[in-house]
């Protein structure tokens, strides 16, 4: 048990380690300088997702050593969380959003945070933050604690690592961005920074994130071989 929990924990340090390496440190921009933009993020996914990938198998193979008991109802926590997840990560991925790796241009335009930029500015690192509390919270388990606890404190605490460089690289346009969002998903709607636009948002982008919801949720005893079963 112990070998297995320790693969599961060194397969942990070596995705969370060589993300930060590669991302926060100089050595980002020696690599940048050497194998250009194109080159360092070529290599920065092939290392990411190896490295995922071993977590996750990791993760899966690893025993059963439960740490408290989770209520049945507990399920619904997942239930309600991911379809906000799911349009997160779409909208994320679809909208421009000058927190991103080369899109620092965005800050310039007139509207520097439109559509989901205004519920946060960091759609896609909150995405992953929810899915990974939501999944903790229906698995009281230690491997479970070091999985999604580790990916949540990754993607949540890298969201303020972002704000901190991007508050460097965007120089005056950062005070434009900041004016109108926030980090925490509504926050700035709910003290009056900005406004929420749907339209803005759009319909195809909903409707593609719950679709997502969807298949992941009837897809869920394929890939985790464990069937949501709701009390």
């Known amino acids: 048990m112990a070998g297995t929990f320790g693969s599961l924990i060194i397969a942990g340090l070596a ?25 360092y993020l070529a290599l920065y996914s092939v290392v990411a997702l190896a490295t995922l990938a071993w977590f996750v198998t990791a993760y899966i193979h690893a025993p059963t050593l439960v740490l408290w008991p989770v209520p049945p109802r507990m399920v619904y926590v ?5 379809p906000f997840a799911c349009i997160l990560l779409i909208a994320g991925y679809s909208t421009p959003n000058p927190t ?12 520097p945070a439109p559509g989901i930029m205004r519920v946060t500015r960091h759609p896609i690192m909150w995405a992953v933050g929810l899915w990974a509390l939501s999944h903790l919270a229906v698995n009281g388990d230690l491997a479970s604690l ?24 965007l120089g005056s346009n950062w005070p434009r961005l900041a004016e109108v969002t926030l980090n925490i998903p509504f926050l700035a ?16 982008r909903i409707v593609a994130g719950l ?11 394929l890939y985790t071989g464990h069937v949501v079963v709701i009390p």
């Open 189 to 204: 709607i709910l003290t009056g920074r900005t406004r929420l636009r749907l339209h803005e948002i759009g319909l195809l």
């Open 100 to 111: 991103a790796v080369g899109m620092e241009g965005v800050a310039g335009d007139d509207d």
């Open 146 to 169: 070091i999985f999604f606890g580790s990916l949540a404190a990754l993607a949540l605490g890298g969201s303020v690592l972002i704000d901190r460089k991007k508050r460097l690289a």
């Open 211 to 221: 679709l997502l919801y969807a298949v992941l949720l009837l897809a869920h005893p």
């Open 15 to 39: 995705f969370h380690g060589s993300h930060i390496v590669l991302s926060s440190t100089r050595l980002r921009g020696t690599l940048r300088d050497q194998l250009g933009e194109r080159g």
């Open 78 to 82: 997942p239930l309600i969380v991911m």
